[in-house]
């Protein structure tokens, strides 16, 4: 036997979910898209600024590594100084920068500012650590690991950020990392991290 009510009640059923699931999907992506802007400034704001800090330090013989890598992200005139974005990159599309410092002596191999989004509680989220090398311990099983700690340097939901405040924490910090340099003294930086900022994550490598 058929059931009850085939026909003119069943397709009104279906066109009232049809109708929620359009708002829904237009939602979504009015989300996604206003998402995908946010990242999209986000991102050429701050790769411009990892490339300048990139630049300053090269001045004194720091080399540092970036990523996304300036070949991806560049077009040049005059390497490094004379530059464009190009414009076929996908800034939305990067979910991590860093700037990796590759000074052998002290320790500093692998020192790092990091970016990286994240969602909580479905918000996005941007934040900024620092990562150093704190030396190096023998495992039983994995032999010798180097030991890796963080500090948070700036935390907001991506729709709350305020560009000011997050240029000031950075520039705090690089303003350290580059004393140390002069210097030759690491002990500056991590001093300053550990006075100043939030301790974050312990890892090994």
């Not at 350290?176 to 002990?187: C, G, I, K, P, T």
Request: hydrophobic share 35%.
């Amino acid at each position: 036997m058929a059931p009850k009510d085939v026909g003119g009640k069943n397709e009104d059923w279906f066109a009232q979910l049809d109708a929620e699931l359009e708002r829904k999907t237009q939602a979504i992506t009015r989300d996604v898209t206003e998402l995908n802007n946010h990242k999209m400034m986000m991102n050429k704001a701050l790769i411009e600024d990892f490339w300048k800090i990139w630049m300053r330090f090269g001045k004194i013989n720091v080399h540092f590594t970036m990523e996304p890598s300036y070949s991806a992200f560049a077009h040049f005139e005059e390497f490094p100084d004379s530059w464009r974005f190009k414009e076929d990159f996908n800034f939305a599309g990067v979910n991590n920068l860093q700037l990796v410092d590759r000074t052998q002596d002290q320790g500093r191999m692998g020192d790092s500012l990091k970016v990286w989004y994240y969602t909580e509680d479905s918000t996005p989220h941007l934040r900024i650590v620092f990562e150093y090398c704190e030396g190096e311990h023998y495992y039983k099983y994995s032999g010798w690991k180097r030991i890796f700690g963080q500090f948070v340097i700036f935390d907001s939901p991506l729709v709350k950020l305020d560009m000011a405040k997050l240029h000031e924490k950075i520039g705090d910090v690089v303003k350290s990392w580059y004393e140390s340099h002069l210097r030759r003294n690491r002990d500056i930086l991590i001093k300053h991290l550990k006075d100043n900022y939030e301790r974050g994550e312990t890892f090994t490598e």
